[in-house]
Each structure stands twice: as C-alpha cells, then as structure tokens.
C-alpha cells in the first residue's frame, strides 16, 4: 500500500509532534504493509529549509523501519498559487486542500496554468470540505486536465461525522474517488488508514481496494493518470450491512 497524506514528518506542523510519535507512525505503516509514505505537511509550514530539514531526517529515521518516504506538501490554494512546487514524490501531482473556496469553474481556471506546466491537482478530503455538494463538486474535476479526488480513510469510518461519511462513500460509488489516503497526524491516523482498508475489503473487490490504496497512488508518483472504474452496486445485504455500521 502507498499512502499519499501523510503529516508524518515531525516537528514540522500539527502532525507528529517528534521523533517518538514518527516512530510510532512508522512502526504501525510498516506492520500494516504500507510500503511507501508521502510526508505531505501543510504548505504554510514550508518557511525556508524547514521542509527540506524536516523531510530528511524522517526519511532516514523511516528507513530502519523499511519504510520509503517521498516528499509533497499539503498546499492551501494561495500556497499553491504562489510558492515553489513540490509535488507528491515529485512526480508532477500537487496535494491542494481547497479549505472554504468552492470548487467552480473560477476556481479551476485559476488553476489551468497548472496544467500547462505539467503539473495535476489530487484533491484533498473533499468530501470533508463539500459534503452537501459533494458530487456536484466532483463534477468540476472534469474541467481541469488529470486532477482526481483523495479520500480520507477516516471518513470511511464516521470519524468526522455521518455527514461526512455520507459524501465519502457517494464519491466511491459514483467512481468519484482515486485514491484513499490517511491525513494521519499521529500513529492512530495510521492504524485508521489500516482499518478502512480492511472495511472496504468486506464491500468491494480486493482488485478495487488495491487500485484505490496501492495502484491509483503509484501511478500518480510515476505522472500518470488514475483508473477510474465506477464500482460495481452493492448488493441489498452489504447496502444493509453498511447502513447498519455507519
């Protein structure tokens, strides 16, 4: 598995707090079978070489562990606009956390330069963002060139609320969702990503899962475009099973 957000580098922002809290992360990633992390902290963090210092010493404390962490910020939208680009592993995909802005055709056209430059956008958590918008948001993805819609593995789970949990799982059944991915801020985040993993299992296709925790983020890393398949329905005992844990 790859995990694509990830605020594990620590001592950088409002995720792992030090080295200790990093290790634990990782010890969880590692047990988990979580190959590859992207240490994706927030953009307004990324002052000078603090994102750089940062990177490297959780790259090297990740590799005891066997654990590969590539670079990438998390980008609010005016970060993103304006500063130095770090896309996920360097592969031409940019992490944006579009916060209160709508997701509408203004928006993406301040973004299609971004295209012109080789870069992709995978939107962060949007059914956090939009949920009672949240496939009509999905839809303006169209618009710009390459982009596709991250997940939270949390959401899955209810941890932001049946609100949320709704819009997550309407954009998985509608094909809506690339890829899912942690936000975790500490070793519980991580154990979340896991336990989604397994929930899905139990509704989907293990082909499914793996393109949405495995194949989807490494094809992003390598420049190239997500699968997209629209899932097949759930049949009337796993819509049931569902409604029942949500």
């Given at each position: 598995?790859?995990?694509?957000?990830?605020?594990?580098?620590?001592g950088?922002?409002?995720g792992?707090?030090?080295?200790?809290?990093?290790?634990?992360?990782?010890?969880?990633?590692?047990?988990?079978?979580?190959?590859?992390v992207c240490?994706?902290?927030?953009?307004?963090?990324?002052?000078?070489?603090?994102?750089?210092?940062?990177?490297?010493?959780?790259a090297?404390?990740?590799?005891g562990?066997?654990?590969?962490?590539?670079p990438?910020l998390?980008?609010?939208l005016t970060?993103?606009?304006?500063e130095q680009?770090?896309?996920?592993?360097?592969?031409?995909?940019?992490l944006?956390?579009?916060?209160l802005?709508p997701?509408?055709?203004?928006?993406v056209?301040?973004?299609?330069?971004?295209?012109g430059?080789?870069f992709?956008i995978?939107?962060?958590?949007?059914?956090?963002?939009?949920?009672?918008?949240?496939?009509r948001?999905?839809?303006?993805y169209d618009?710009?060139?390459g982009?596709?819609c991250?997940?939270?593995?949390?959401?899955?789970?209810?941890r932001?609320?049946?609100?949320?949990?709704?819009a997550?799982w309407?954009?998985?059944?509608?094909?809506?969702c690339?890829v899912?991915?942690?936000?975790?801020h500490?070793?519980a985040?991580?154990e979340m990503f896991?336990?989604?993993?397994?929930?899905?299992?139990e509704?989907?296709?293990?082909?499914?899962?793996d393109m949405?925790?495995?194949?989807?983020?490494?094809r992003l890393l390598?420049?190239?475009?997500p699968e997209?398949?629209?899932?097949?329905?759930l049949?009337?005992s796993?819509?049931?099973?569902?409604?029942?844990?949500?």
């Amino acid at each position: 598995m790859i995990d694509l957000h990830s605020h594990l580098a620590y001592g950088f922002d409002d995720g792992a707090a030090d080295r200790e809290v990093c290790c634990r992360m990782l010890e969880a990633y590692a047990a988990g079978g979580v190959a590859a992390v992207c240490a994706t902290g927030h953009s307004a963090a990324a002052e000078g070489s603090r994102y750089e210092d940062a990177f490297a010493a959780t790259a090297e404390l990740a590799a005891g562990f066997g654990v590969k962490v590539l670079p990438g910020l998390e980008y609010a939208l005016t970060d993103l606009l304006a500063e130095q680009k770090y896309p996920l592993g360097d592969g031409g995909c940019l992490l944006l956390d579009t916060a209160l802005f709508p997701v509408d055709t203004a928006l993406v056209n301040k973004l299609m330069p971004l295209s012109g430059q080789g870069f992709s956008i995978l939107w962060a958590h949007p059914e956090r963002l939009h949920p009672n918008s949240i496939l009509r948001t999905a839809a303006q993805y169209d618009l710009l060139r390459g982009s596709a819609c991250q997940v939270n593995a949390g959401s899955f789970l209810g941890r932001y609320g049946r609100e949320v949990a709704d819009a997550a799982w309407k954009l998985l059944q509608a094909g809506r969702c690339a890829v899912i991915a942690s936000d975790a801020h500490d070793a519980a985040g991580v154990e979340m990503f896991l336990r989604a993993k397994r929930k899905l299992d139990e509704f989907y296709p293990p082909e499914l899962t793996d393109m949405w925790f495995a194949r989807n983020p490494a094809r992003l890393l390598a420049g190239k475009a997500p699968e997209r398949p629209t899932p097949p329905p759930l049949s009337w005992s796993k819509r049931w099973k569902l409604r029942l844990g949500r």
